[in-house]
């Protein structure tokens, strides 16, 4: 039996499926090893700790959740580009709930590569709100809030965290008409 080379990206796609599969905590270097027919040492070849897989994880499900937020509002503006990107959002979240697992469990701060990974999501969000008259730095906040309500509605979702009868579509709807009236209330104020 030959045994692929290994690198980076293998090691990464392996765990990736089995955290998508199984959950991050499934996630170990022994199990990775295993997966790959490969002795665990010979990982560190391409990975250099279990906190380094961890970190390439977030990094591939941030670059994930970018291309789908991008591809979602491509043609629209507005409240639609808000709705569409915060829908890719939670589609993301249910299609690779594993990956996206992984952008909250290591630290970006500090770390030039994770923070630019999150620059680019924020700045596709502000992207979508061209349309509204904000200045510049309203548009940042406003960016950086979609981007924590998304987030946080859809890691409630995952988790269960919504547990009353109400149609968590329904919910979701009533926060987007939220969020576009508190920024277009936005375009209003003075500088």
């Not at 290994?6 to 996630?27: F, M, Q, R, S, Y």
């Not at 990982?43 to 897989?53: A, G």
Request: glycine share 8%; with cysteine; hydrophobic share 40%.
């Amino acid at each position: 039996m030959t045994r692929e080379v290994l690198t980076t990206d293998i090691v990464v796609e392996t765990a990736t499926k089995i955290a998508n599969d199984e959950g991050l905590d499934a996630i170990t270097l022994t199990r990775v090893a295993k997966e790959l027919n490969a002795s665990q040492p010979a990982l560190y070849r391409h990975v250099d700790s279990y906190d380094d897989l961890i970190r390439l994880l977030g990094l591939r499900g941030r670059e994930e959740l970018y291309i789908r937020l991008t591809d979602s509002a491509v043609g629209l503006s507005g409240v639609d580009a808000v709705r569409a990107m915060g829908l890719a959002w939670r589609k993301t979240v249910q299609d690779v709930p594993g990956l996206y697992a992984a952008t909250d469990r290591y630290p970006c701060a500090g770390d030039a590569e994770l923070e630019a990974a999150v620059d680019r999501i924020v700045n596709s969000l502000g992207q979508a709100l061209v349309s509204f008259d904000l200045t510049p730095d309203s548009r940042v906040h406003a960016a950086r809030t979609l981007r924590s309500a998304f987030h946080g509605f859809a890691h409630l979702e995952a988790g269960d965290g919504h547990p009353k009868e109400q149609n968590l579509d329904d919910s979701f709807e009533h926060m987007i008409e939220l969020l576009c009236i508190g920024i277009g209330h936005l375009e209003k104020m003075p500088v």
